[in-house]
Every structure is written in C-alpha cells, then in structure tokens.
C-alpha cells in the first residue's frame, strides 16, 4: 500500500516536471481564476444587465485603456488586469462571456460580479436591504460556476493537482459591498461592525473550498480605505476636524474600520495556513498599498486633491460625489486627465490608481507571503 503511494507520487511529479519543462519560459503562473465584486469584475456585471448601475455600460467608463466600456467599474484596467499582465497572460474574461467568445479558459476566468457581496442575498433581505444589491451573485454563486466549469479545466484529480498548482486563485476583494450597502442605507459604524466576523468567515469558508477543490496558490486581498473614498466622505461628512486625519483628508473612523476588517482577515489567515500547510496563502494588503499615494499623492502623479477627489461625479470639489448624480448621468461631469486622479467615480479607482496598487502588490511588500515564486 505505501509503495503503491509512493509509486503514485512519484508519477504525479513526473508528470508535472514534463509539463513545465514543456515550457520554453516558465511563468510563475500560468492561468488566474478570480473571485470578488467591482474591484476584480472584468464584464459580468454588465453581461447580467447592470440594471442597478447602467453606468457602468457607457462611456466614460472604459475610456482610458480599453477606449469603450468594457464592463469594469474604472476608467481602465483593474488590480487583476495588471496582475495578468505581469504574468504574462491574457486580460481575464468574464465568466458569463466565455461562452459567447470561445475563450480558452484553461488560462484562467473571472468569476467577480460588481456589487456581489460575500454573505448571500437572504442576510440582506433579512435586514430589509435587499432591494440596494446590483446583483444576486454572492460569493456562493461565484464558487458554484466555478465547480461547473471545473470538468473542462481538468479531468483526473492528478491533472487538477498538477494544472492548478500553477494557477493563482484570487479570492477578492469580497466583503466591502457586505459594509456598503449597510452604510449607504444609513446604518452606522456600530451597527455594521457586527458584520465583519461574519464576512471574514464567509471569505475564509470560500478559499477553504478552492483548496479542497485543488487551489494551492490563493491570494486574499484585504479591503480599499473606505476613509478616503469620496463616497464615503461627501455622505459622512463631520463637523469635527479631529475626525480627519490631517496628512490625508481621509475619515478616520471608516479607515479604522477597513483596518479592523484587514486585521480580521489577516489573523484568520493565519489559522488558514495551519490548517493547510501545503498552500500558498498571502493577504493582499490593498489598503496598505493605497495609503502610498493618499499620503504622498503628487508622488504618484495625483494633483493636490486629486487623491480624494473623484475624476468623474458630481458637485465640484473637494469631493465631487453625489449619489443621485453619479459619474456618467446627464449633468455628471469628467476631469481632462484621469491619471491625475486616484478616485475615478467617488467609489472605484482609476486605473492610474489600481495600477500603482498592482505594482505594490506584485513588486512591493504588500502581498505577504510575496506573490511571485508560487509553490514549486
Ligand atoms: C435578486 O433576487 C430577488 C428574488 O429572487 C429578485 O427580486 C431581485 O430582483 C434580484 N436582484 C437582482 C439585482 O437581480
Ligand atoms: C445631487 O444631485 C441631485 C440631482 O441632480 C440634486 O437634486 C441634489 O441637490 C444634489 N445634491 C447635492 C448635495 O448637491
């Protein structure tokens, strides 16, 4: 029985070494399978429809990179896009578009959908908020396309543990919408922290499934400032100057916020990767890497202000956000430069601004462990 295994194993890295020496270049991964919400969607959302945010299918949105609407919440590319193309790989498309183009999925698929939260549709309907989700494609539903499209990905275990160890699984960002929809509703700090173990456990419960189905490389990133969006802080604003923090503009209440959810995470993750010492974990530090240019905007290329300020909205400085007038509706209007603006809607980033977080997550040390060199 043990030779047998031993036997197994050794045809299992057999088999694996043949395939990567097959490869004239290796890259450090070879295919991408996303899961998550605005921040990773690269078209779902807007191939369901996009009836809560039709925004999203009309220009300005998509005017920088791709020069027409391409379904992702940014003037461009997102953190995922970079990602990929630092892998080599092609940009990410969307699930619900595979089968209309005849893409080859085998080098990776999104699963993310713009405004999906990590706890179902039914929490929020319990909360008498359902009525605010853009969509119904909770993190539950994302892992179940996953499954579905499994079997022609791979066959045999052994194939799936070979092809999977050299794909990387991102498992977010998920969970900001799970806070947002609460806060825009109009609950407060208090009423919302509640929900964080819930979610952080919801997003623990996903990647746990990823690795049982094969995944060895998993990167969970953390939450964007929630402080420095200028959603947040046109809606909250405070009379109080102390609730600022003077060096960014940016909430402190909210940032704090985010950070108890990173801490969460992080300290979740850490169990995670006791329980499955042959995965790759690492926590992808979005909020770390974005605090780079909120505290030093000019070093990245932002105007004075342009950190804070969204690019395209509504109501003029310092924050030009306004919900009932958001980027892209008749009166909304759009700055000359979209890469001196790290806030592209007052919600999502530009893609100047995502860019620079790639390049902190994929060079810098905000993904820990680091992102390149998977598993051998
Ligand atoms: C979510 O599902 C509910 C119940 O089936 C439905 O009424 C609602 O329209 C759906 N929401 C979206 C955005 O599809
Ligand atoms: C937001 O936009 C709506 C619709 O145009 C307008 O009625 C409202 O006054 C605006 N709010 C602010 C604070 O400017």
Redesign the pocket.
Known sequence: MKSAMVFLLVVVSIICLVSDEAVAFPRPYESIFSFGDSLADTGNLALEGA??FPSVKNLPYGETFFMHPSGRCSDGRLIIDFIAEAFGLPLLPPYLGIAATGYDVRKGVNFAVAGATALG?EFFNAMSI?SL????DSLDVQLGWFKKMKSSLCTTKQECDCYFKKSLFIMGEIGGNDYNYPFFAGASIAQVQPLVPLVVSKIMGAAEILIEEGAVNLLVPGAIPFGCSAAYLSMFPSRNPSDYDPETGCLKSYNAFTDYHDQQLRQSLQALRLRYPHARIMFGDYGGASMRFYRAPALYGFNIGGAIEACCGSGGPPYNFNLSQWCGTPGSTLCGLPRTFASWDGVHLTEAAYGHIADGLIHGPFTSPPLLSPKP
Do not use: A, F, H, S
């Open positions: 009836q809560k549709p359902g989700l853009w969509t119904n």
